[in-house]
C-alpha cells in the first residue's frame, strides 16, 4: 500500500460532529460576557421582582405554590384570599374536610390531587415539623406536593435561601430561547442555570426571568419591539 492510500485510510480523531456542534451553540449562549449582560438588562427591567403569590408566612406561600401549579398566580390569591381566613395554620388544614376544600380550591384546577396534596403537607408540617415549615430542600421534598421549584419558591421567597433556581413554565420558554440551556427536563435546566449564574443572583434572577416572561417574552406572540433583551437573543421564535 503507498504512503498516499496509507494517509487517506487513516482515522479521523476528535468529537463527533453533532457533539462538537452541542457544544458550541451552548458555549455561545452561556459566555460569560453575555450572561452578564443578560442579567444587567433584567436588572434595569426588573428591579424590584419577586413573588407575586400573595402570602403573609412561608406557610401560606407554600400552599399558594402547589395550588399554583398549572394555574395562574392572579386566580390562586383570588382563591386564597377566602381560604387562608377559613384555615389559618397547618393545622386547620391538616383536618380538614377534603370535599369541602376541593370544592373551595375547585377553580385553581386539578383540585383532587392538590387537596391531598395541602392537606398531606399540612398534616406532615403538624406531625414532624412542629407546625412550621421546613428551612431545607431535603425535608421540604419529603412533603406531599411538593418538588424542587415549589421547595425553591419557599424557600427563595420566605426564606432568602439560594438552594436552587425556580424552574416554572416561564423559567424554561425563557432560558431555552435565550440559549442558557438546551434541555426540557426541569432538574436538568436548574442545573445549566446554576452552573452560568452567580448564586447571590439565583432567587432574583427566576423572578425577573417569570416577571418578563409574563409581560413581555410570552408565549404565542413575544413582544420582542419591546424587549430589552432583544440584541441579546437570537431565538427562533422572535418576532422582529
Partial sequence: MSPAKAKKSAPRRGRPAKETARKGAAGKGTDPARVHAILKGLDEAYPEATCELKHENPFQLLISTILSAQCTDQRVNQVTATLFKKYPNPKAFAYANPAELEQEIRPTGFFRNKTKSVMGASKKIVEEFHGQVPQSMEQLLTLPGVARKTANVVLGTAYGIA?????????????????????????????????????????????????????????????CIECNLEKLCYSKDKTV
Avoid: Y
Avoid at 442558557?180 to 432574583?204: F, G
Avoid at 427566576?206 to 409574563?214: A, C, D, K, V, Y
Fill in 163 to 223: 438552594s436552587g433556581i425556580v424552574v416554572d413554565t416561564h423559567v424554561t420558554r425563557l432560558t431555552q430561547r435565550l440559549d442558557l440551556t438546551m434541555n426540557d427536563d426541569a432538574n436538568k435546566i436548574e442545573q445549566d442555570l446554576m452552573a452560568v449564574i452567580p448564586k447571590d443572583r439565583w432567587i432574583l434572577f427566576s423572578h425577573q426571568l417569570i416577571w418578563h416572561g409574563r409581560r413581555v417574552c410570552q408565549a404565542r406572540k413575544p413582544k
